[in-house]
Structures are given as C-alpha cells and as structure tokens.
C-alpha cells in the first residue's frame, strides 16, 4: 500500500468539493490510510466462486400490472377543474409554437 500525503488529501477534498480546513488535514491523512488499508486487506481474500453482486441480499421490486380501472367519481373530479373540455382538464399552453 502506498502512503497517503496530505496534498492526496487535499486533492481528494477539491475533487469532492469539500473545504477542509489545514488543520483537519493530518486528521484525514491518518483516517484515509487506514480506510485504504482496510481495503487491501479485502483485495486478499480468495473469492473464487462467489458470483459477482452490489448488495449482501437480493432485492427486488415489488410491482404489479398496469391496468384501466373505471373511475365511479369521474364527473365528480371532472367537475371540480378550474376548466374543463369534454372529458379533460383544460390547462393553460407552456410551449411555443
């Protein structure tokens, strides 16, 4: 693992946008090595076999098919629009022509 320099740091914090004051930098420097070597140790474990993934469970969306159901209070809601045309709300035009 290589060490990690205070201007790294301060070159992480302009390419995160952050502001970190001078005297946070030797704070950082010493939290991001260790950071950095947590994930070396990572790098050497064996995962031959263990299929590629972005979370530890799997999850998956919950969804339902689409469909038109009759509205009974369809004139009602109708009827509450500052304008209306036949069956559709009338609103004012944004774009241009």
């Given amino acids: 693992m290589s060490h990690i320099s205070a201007d790294d ?3 992480v914090a ?6 970190l004051p001078d ?3 030797a ?7 260790s950071i950095l070597g947590y994930v070396s140790q990572l790098e050497q474990v064996d995962t ?10 799997e999850v998956t969306n919950v969804t339902r098919q689409d469909g038109v159901d009759p509205t009974p209070v369809r004139e009602e809601i109708l009827n509450q629009a500052p304008q209306r045309e036949g069956d559709f709300f ?4 944004i774009l241009a022509d």
């Fill in 90 to 93: 009338r609103v004012p035009k």
């Fill in 14 to 19: 302009k390419l995160a946008r952050l502001n």
């Fill in 27 to 33: 704070t950082y420097t010493g939290q991001l090595e």
């Fill in 23 to 25: 005297d946070k930098i």
């Fill in 48 to 57: 031959t076999g263990v299929p590629e993934t972005t979370r530890a469970v």
């Fill in 9 to 11: 740091v301060r070159k």
